[in-house]
């Protein structure tokens, strides 16, 4: 089994920066944290989860969501079995739930249905 904890959230004003992390345990470990590919996923109140960004095996490959992109950075360091989520010129409608997930596949895929392992999520508030 695989557990991944996340950190980092908060309650932020508009234009301010946040950076979340995952901490990766069990099976990963074992199988070497370095072979899953990691996701950020968030859902805001009344809506589905959505995917935010995702880095690959050895951090060779990235994908973000649009609303994101720029704005966002994701990075691993995978003798920390961690991976992060730099969050600039944050917006409230960034405010969500934010989930950290991982799949062993190599693709950094965007549906949330590919990642077989989830966080329990961390919360982020923008005020305007």
């Known amino acids: 089994q695989v557990q991944l904890v996340e950190s980092g959230g908060g309650l932020v004003q508009a234009g301010a920066s946040l950076k979340l992390s995952c901490a990766a345990s069990?099976?990963?470990?074992?199988?070497?944290?370095?072979?899953?590919?990691m996701g950020w996923f968030r859902q805001a109140p009344g809506k589905e989860r959505a995917f935010v960004a995702g880095?690959?095996?050895?951090?060779?490959?990235?994908n973000y969501a649009d609303s994101v992109k720029g704005r966002f950075i994701i990075s691993r360091d995978n003798a920390k079995n961690t991976v992060y989520l730099q969050m600039n010129s944050l917006k409230p409608e960034d405010t969500a739930v934010y989930y950290c997930?991982?799949?062993?596949?190599?693709?950094?895929?965007?549906?949330?249905?590919?990642?077989?392992?989830w966080g329990q999520g961390t919360q982020v508030t923008v005020s305007s």
């Open positions: 880095i690959s095996w050895i951090g060779g490959s990235t």
């Open positions: 997930a991982a799949r062993t596949g190599y693709e950094v895929l965007d549906a949330d249905g590919a990642y077989a392992y």
């Open positions: 069990g099976r990963a470990t074992e199988r070497a944290f370095s072979t899953y590919t």
